[in-house]
């Protein structure tokens, strides 16, 4: 069982919105940047949003990243084909003294 | 080009030991945090250690301390995870990714290499 709780799928149809969460504790999240990763079987993951809110390097402005207290959202808009994939968010854990990832959730574009 | 190339994985007996590389290119090596990253078949990422630019930190995840060790070669570019003890549920796919910098996240990762304990 993960540190960070993520629901394991969501779906949507091309050009809708869709937000996946993230949810942790004061120890991690509540005390530290969150980042999102998008990773497809086979690849190497990809870092989509790092401390929060900022978009990585070639990441396009459908992607956005908000965090508020112990929890975190991962948002996509305007919905295409090429965003199925496993998201993950990850930050450091104090108590654990390591970085922490959360379950992820596959996101199918149906 | 920015680039992490794993390469050592392989087939291993339980108990068994195996040492993992990453060579790094294309930037100041010596420079950046580093980290291990494994992903079990149908399981999610699980990260596993890191190791600060000079070495001077080195954190492990609970299911591995003891029987892991991570280090690095500045000079040479290159990262390493020595496993030993190895157990039917270390088998994953091992990455090796680089911290970006304080609180920016593993920013650029190698293609992974594939470690299968079996008997």
């Known amino acids: 069982q993960s540190v960070l709780t993520q629901p394991p799928s969501a779906s949507g149809t091309p050009g809708q919105r869709v937000s996946i969460s993230c949810s942790g504790s004061?120890?991690?999240?509540?005390?530290?940047?969150v980042n999102w990763y998008q990773h497809l079987p086979g690849t190497a993951p990809k870092l989509l949003i790092y401390?929060?809110?900022q978009r990585s390097s070639g990441v396009p402005d459908r992607f956005s990243g908000a965090k508020s207290g112990a929890s975190a959202s991962l948002a996509i808009s305007g919905l295409q084909s090429e965003d199925e994939a496993d998201y993950y968010c990850a930050t450091w854990a104090d108590s654990l003294n390591g970085w922490v990832f959360g379950g992820g959730t596959k996101l199918t574009v149906l | 080009e920015v680039q992490l190339v794993e390469s050592g994985g392989g087939l291993v007996k339980p108990g068994g030991s195996l040492r993992l590389s990453c060579a790094a290119s294309g930037f100041a090596f010596g420079s950046f945090s580093m980290n291990w990253v494994r992903q079990a078949p149908g399981k999610g990422l699980e990260w596993v250690s890191t190791i600060t630019s000079r070495s001077t930190y080195i954190y492990y995840a609970d299911s591995v301390k003891g029987r892991f060790t991570i280090s690095r070669d500045n000079p040479k570019n290159s990262l390493f995870l020595h496993m030993n003890s190895l157990r039917a549920e270390d088998t994953a796919v091992y990455y090796c990714?680089?911290?970006?910098?304080?609180?920016?996240?593993?920013?650029?990762w190698g293609q992974g290499t594939t470690v299968t304990v079996s008997s």
């Open positions: 401390s929060n809110n």
């Open positions: 990714a680089r911290t970006a910098g304080v609180g920016q996240g593993m920013d650029v």
């Open positions: 004061s120890s991690n999240i509540g005390s530290n940047p």
